[in-house]
């Protein structure tokens, strides 16, 4: 059968785009229909979207940690930072303030949350050895008069002086042993006209038990009156090795005592007609006693080379340990020194890192412990 040349041109265009039809031509899309698929495809939300054309599109990119600024802290318990190593920290009225020492600048500093450190005074010290500023505490008149009065190691000797604002120190105890190490002591006030003195024993345990020796013991300073002779105080208990600190009893108006022997570390208490016994507590594995304070229920003990908080029950009557000392902020702050007891039951302790320590970029420090309730551990 013949087959005509507009017939043979169909059929060859018709096979080009794959159908043919019989009768006259090839299939066609529906160009009115949105879209050439059937169905229409989909896309899950795990699934790679198409980009629209023209239509750009920035990768999220997640934002750094913010560099700390030097002297920096992020912990929010931490009063002060970048101070050189401490000796005594005691509070001011109130609670929520502090005055901190350095014990080889010498210089006395406000401590509160939130504010930089300010220099109150600065005395001069021999700060060889363990020596310097070793503590301060508050005239029972603070409020009024503004005195303080410092333990101090001078090249001679060590020695307490009063501190009036804007005066040169006064002495009002001097004498006290002084050697190449032994020299730390501690002071506080037990009643307003009494001032109870630890000193340590100037690596002389035999001076400890002299009693025509001021080294190694704790003292009644009864003479605060800056005075050229000062009489001797009169002892309230010998045998003291390195001074620890010195804290008053608020229930029994007598104080805790902390010191360390060579064979042990010890907590003691003089009651307040003067009577000692056996130590209240010892530690045989010799962690480092330092500042104490009383909390509520017990008494807390900072730990130099323990690095923590050792908070030991107490009875309320009798004095004697309720059970062993639980550890609080163990390996949180490393070494640490001074303490005493701030508003809401916080115990406030100063770091000795830079004294034997490893200390961080921010040491040393003042920070806050929270104070167990009752004298125990946290539940």
Known sequence: MAISRAAYRTAVLCTSVFVVTAAAGCARFDDSASTPFTPVPSFSAGEVQPRQPGVTTTPEVSESPRALAPCEDPDPAVVATCLDTTGGLTMLPGGQAALVTERRTGRILRVAPGTAPQEVARLAVDGSGDGGLLDIALSPTYTEDNLLYAYVTTNADNRIVRIAPGDAPKDVLTGIPRGASGNAGALAFTTPTELTVLTGDAGNPSAAMDPASMAGKVLRVTALTPAPVQPMPRVALSGIGTAGDICVDPLGGGVWVTDRTVLEDRLQRVTADGATGMPVWTWPDRPGVAGCTAVDGG???????????????????????????????????????????????????????????EPGPSDDRVVRIPAPQGGGGFD
Not at 301 to 325: H, M, N
Not at 331 to 346: E, I, P, V
């Open 299 to 357: 008494v807390a003990v900072a730990l130099t080379d323990g690095r923590a908080l050792a908070v030991l029950p107490l009875d309320s009557t009798t004095g004697a340990a309720q059970a062993a000392p639980s550890l609080v902020a163990a390996d949180r702050y490393g070494r640490l020194g001074g303490a005493a007891l701030g508003d809401g039951n916080q115990v406030w302790v100063a770091t000795v890192n830079k004294a034997g320590g």
